[in-house]
């Protein structure tokens, strides 16, 4: 087998098919983009939902200098309200409704902030004197938040009490929603994108069918006729993976990153290191799909 023989057959394929291949490239490109944007979208709710969203479900934060609360008067929590809030926390009464509880001081707050936001221009301006001590409750039921609401909110040195589950719920529905579109789509383009290989191969298949019989007569292997016709499919999901990732990296930079993230910096936005992540994976199915559907469509239409 000559490997420059077979690349010669890949790029006389491709020119004499420059439209089909063209209309490949676009395919591979749209359904790529989308498959890439679901998983981008997915990556993102993973980033928002952060470390306390996943571990913690309610913050009962304590009174700071700056805190205005009623229960704070403009004064730090004490010792002694801190260490009646723990044992209001640990007692029999709270027992029914708390899992668990961890408490968060003002250095482990930064150093999670600086976790959850670490692609946020917000993480350089923030310093630690800025973060409120907190208790980080885990409810055995999620739905009797009000019953910590009710019992904490008016304790002396609590400043307030949050249900960050129920604050960024409605935000991660609403991506999920878009990610699940964005995946469907892609599996729409996706199987349009194999469909129109397939057809491209068949095609280049056909018109050269005559040059196929004649190498099957003078006693070419079957891998040697199909590896061209396979090759050109291959090629041409590459640069539609290709493109598809520049598009990415393009849409992150400049939209994300450089137009929302800017515009939100309470909010934790992926980078331009997770499209690199993602990018070889747009590559490997694009290079598999167009293979499966060459090898499918030359068994069918290259019989000689």
């Not at 023989?5 to 490949?24: C, D, T, W, Y």
């Not at 400043?159 to 529905?173: A, G």
């Not at 068949?202 to 292997?221: D, F, K, N, P």
Request: hydrophobic share 50%.
């Amino acid at each position: 087998m000559r490997l420059g023989f077979i690349l010669r057959e890949a790029a006389k394929g491709l020119r004499q098919n420059i439209i089909m291949v063209v209309s490949v490239v676009l395919v591979t490109f749209v359904s790529l983009t989308f498959v890439g944007a679901s998983a981008l979208l997915q990556l993102q709710i993973n980033q928002m939902k952060g470390y306390w969203y996943d571990r913690m479900e309610v913050a009962v934060f304590l009174c700071d200098d700056n805190t205005a609360a009623p229960n704070c008067a403009g004064e730090g929590v004490t010792d002694e309200q801190r260490t009646s809030i723990k044992q209001l926390l640990e007692s029999d009464e709270m027992a029914p409704y708390i899992k668990e509880f961890a408490y968060e001081s003002k250095a482990d707050a930064l150093k999670n902030f600086k976790e959850q936001y670490k692609n946020s221009s917000l993480v350089d301006q923030v310093t630690e004197d800025q973060l409120p001590e907190s208790f980080r409750i885990g409810l055995v039921d999620p739905e009797k938040y009000p019953v910590i609401n009710e019992a904490f909110s008016t304790v002396a040195g609590v400043d307030s009490v949050v249900d960050q589950r129920e604050l960024l719920e409605k935000v991660f529905q609403l991506v999920r929603v878009a990610s699940a579109a964005a995946a469907v789509v892609a599996i729409v383009m996706i199987a349009c994108a194999v469909l129109l290989t397939g057809t491209t191969i068949q095609l280049s298949a056909m018109h050269r069918r005559l040059e196929t019989t004649i190498m099957r007569l003078v006693g070419a292997s079957k891998t040697t006729i199909q590896l061209p016709f396979i090759i050109e499919g291959v090629i041409a999901s590459i640069i539609g993976g290709v493109l598809a990732s520049g598009t990415l990296w393009l849409l992150v930079k400049f939209l994300v990153q450089d137009k929302l993230a800017s515009e939100n910096v309470g909010v934790a936005f992926i980078s331009t290191n997770e499209v690199l992540l993602v990018a070889p994976g747009l590559l490997i199915i694009g290079i598999v799909l167009a293979t499966i559907s060459s090898v499918v469509t030359l068994k069918r239409y290259l019989k000689v």
